[in-house]
C-alpha cells in the first residue's frame, strides 16, 4: 500500500488514485487522468505526482506512465471536444443571445480569435489548470480539425504530465510537496479569470448607462457584424 508518508495511508482523491495504480498499473493512472479531465476537481496535480511516485516505488515503469497519462489526457479532452461538437455553434449562439451584458458581437470576436489562434490556445491551454479541460469544447463547437487538435492537445498534454510526473519519481515520499506549489499558480490563475471578468461586466454596465436610448418608432441596426464576416473568411482560409 503507497503511502503519503513512512507511516500514513492515503486517503481521499490520492487514496482513491492510488487503488486504480495498485489494482490496473499504468492504465489506472490513465484512466485516473482521463476521469480528471472530465472532472475538472479532480486535481491533476495530485494524480501526476503520485503516479511517478509510484513509478518510483516500482508500482509501474516510468515509461509506462508517462504514456498513460498522456494517453489518459487526450482520451478526456476527446471527450470533451465531442461534447463541444454535439453542443454546436447555433445553441451557443443562443445561449449567449439571452445573456445579460454579453453580446452576440462578443462571441463573434471570440470565434474569429479562436480561428486565428485555436492551435495556440489548445497546445498552451492544456498546461493551464481548469483551462486544461475547458479548452477542448470550444475546439469541438468550432470543429477544428481532429488532426491539428489531437497533435496540439498531446503536445501539450505530454508536457505538462512529464513535468508532474517527473517531479513525483525525484520528490520520493515529498511527492505531495508539487500540490502545494502548483495550488499557488491555480489560485493565480483563477484570480486573473476573476478579475477580468469583473472588470468585463464593469466596463459593459458603464457603456450600456453612457449609450443614448434609441428613438421611439427608430429602425434597430439588423446588420451583420464585420467579426462575423472575417471568421468564415479565416476558417475557409484555414
Keep these: 500500500m503507497i503511502t503519503a508518508t513512512n507511516s500514513e495511508p492515503l486517503g481521499g482523491i490520492a487514496g482513491w488514485a492510488t487503488d486504480l495504480m495498485e489494482k490496473l498499473g499504468a492504465p489506472g493512472a490513465g484512466l485516473a487522468i482521463a476521469l ?3 472532472f475538472p476537481p479532480l486535481p491533476s496535480e495530485v494524480i501526476l505526482p503520485l503516479a511517478g511516485f509510484t513509478a518510483a516505488q516500482g508500482g509501474m515503469s516510468l515509461a509506462g506512465a508517462l504514456l498513460w497519462t498522456t494517453l489518459g489526457s487526450v482520451v478526456g479532452a476527446l471527450a470533451l471536444y465531442w461534447i463541444g461538437a454535439a453542443i454546436g455553434r447555433d445553441r451557443i449562439r443562443a445561449l449567449v443571445a439571452r445573456l445579460p451584458l454579453v453580446k452576440l458581437e462578443d462571441l463573434d470576436r471570440t470565434e474569429a480569435w479562436f480561428a486565428r489562434h485555436g492551435a495556440k490556445a489548445v497546445f498552451f491551454g492544456r498546461m493551464i489548470p481548469i483551462f486544461r479541460s475547458l ?10 480539425p481532429m488532426t491539428t487538435f489531437l497533435l496540439y492537445t498531446t503536445l501539450g498534454s505530454a508536457l505538462w504530465n512529464t513535468a508532474f510526473v517527473l517531479a513525483g519519481y525525484l520528490l520520493g515520499d515529498n ?19 476573476a478579475l477580468a471578468a469583473v472588470v468585463f461586466l464593469a466596463v459593459r454596465v458603464v457603456r450600456n448607462r453612457r449609450a443614448p436610448r434609441p428613438s421611439p418608432g427608430a429602425r434597430p441596426n439588423v446588420d451583420r457584424p464585420v467579426y462575423r464576416r472575417e471568421f468564415e473568411r479565416d476558417r475557409v482560409n484555414h
Design 135 to 144: 479548452i477542448s469544447v470550444p475546439a469541438g463547437v468550432e470543429r477544428m
Design 36 to 38: 480528471e479531465n472530465l
Design 175 to 193: 511527492w505531495h510537496v508539487v500540490e502545494q506549489y502548483v495550488g499557488v499558480y491555480s489560485k493565480a490563475v483563477l484570480g486573473v479569470v
